[in-house]
């Protein structure tokens, strides 16, 4: 009676040892899964920033052989008090991923000439602010510089105001990491959020642009 009853506790013991060790398995194959629910990813956005980094000089990399193409795009989320909101961006740079001494260098994103963009005007709609060669490489930061914005407003869409834009019109997008391969292209989704983007009394502008999409290697 008395082995009867040693076997079966010790088959019960069994059972819950292999059941234990099943959630304990279970539980380290989901904790990233659950993580990330009870965490939700950071949101890249931008922020006002006066004091942009100067552009590295010597450029990091010059040799076409390790250089690859970065597409810097534009779109726009639903707007709400804004009518129409015109801006003008005239200079766009790049922070690379630096090492344990140091931020990495800063690259300058060339444009041709200033791109004014309606910003009402591109909801679900892609429009270029430029396709450069730039080095190959990791990028963990975008400046752009807005010169110029004006808008109208839905209770007096008759109106054209003449805004001021935040930190001189600097704009830090971060944080963000986005790759660029050598003879690969990348392409850079930028979202410039109508529904975020808030215009004072004194009519400051203070624009929000996000990361929506990274497309490449």
Known sequence: MRMAYERKHLVISAIAGVL???????????????????????????IPDDNP???????PITEPSK??????????????????LNITIDEVRLRMEGNKTGEGPVVDFSLDEPKKYDITTLSGILDEIGNNEVPEGKYVAIWLHIINATATFKNNPNEIVNLTVVAQGWLKIQPLHFEVKAGSLTV?????????????NGDILRPVIKLKKVLGP
């Open 67 to 84: 250089m690859g193409t970065l597409v810097l795009m534009l779109t726009d989320a639903p707007p709400r008090d804004l009518e129409k």
């Open 188 to 200: 850079v989704i930028l979202d410039f959020d109508l529904g975020q983007t808030h215009v004072s």
């Open 20 to 46: 234990l060790a099943g959630l304990i398995i279970a539980g380290t194959i989901l904790l990233p899964y659950i993580s990330e629910i009870i965490t939700p990813p950071t949101e890249v956005t931008s």
């Open 53 to 59: 980094p100067e552009i590295t000089t010597p450029p």
